[in-house]
Nanobody, 124 residues
Framework: EVQLQASGGGLVQPGGSLRLSCAAS????????IAWFRQAPGKEREGISC???????DYAASVSGRFTISRDRAKNTVYLQMNALRPEDTSSYYC??????????????????WGQGTLVTVSS
């Protein structure tokens, strides 16, 4: 059974930091790229970061320079470190396995399996 569980969301003030985790099970973790997406009410889903099987990372322009994606192969976990958070970052955040490329500028990223998501609220 393929499972992805996102966690670490919560309430944080503007300018603050939060680290999200995506715990994976039921598949060979090292064989898949992993991406983070977010979706706020009334907004389309937005791909924000991806890490390839080789460890190459990519970011959407909206989060580049503020967010960092990483993977701990021993723990089968991908992290998203979010710094300098803004109210517009408020959203539900999801992780997903990815088939094919992991570079946003090359075109849409193809997702395979999804986690349940975790809520992030940035507010003063």
């Amino acid at each position: 059974e393929v499972q992805l569980q996102a966690s670490g969301g919560g309430l944080v003030q503007p300018g603050g930091s939060l680290r999200l985790s995506c715990a994976a099970s039921g598949f060979t973790f090292d064989d898949y790229a992993i991406a983070w997406f977010r979706q706020a009410p009334g907004k389309e889903r937005e791909g924000i970061s991806c890490i390839s099987t080789g460890g190459t990372t990519d970011y959407a322009a909206s989060v580049s320079g503020r967010f960092t994606i990483s993977r701990d192969r021993a723990k089968n976990t991908v992290y998203l470190q979010m710094n300098a958070l803004r109210p517009e970052d408020t959203s539900s955040y999801y992780c997903a396995t990815v088939a094919g490329h992991c570079v946003f500028s090359l075109g849409p990223i193809t997702t395979v399996n999804w986690g349940q998501g975790t809520l992030v609220t940035v507010s003063s």
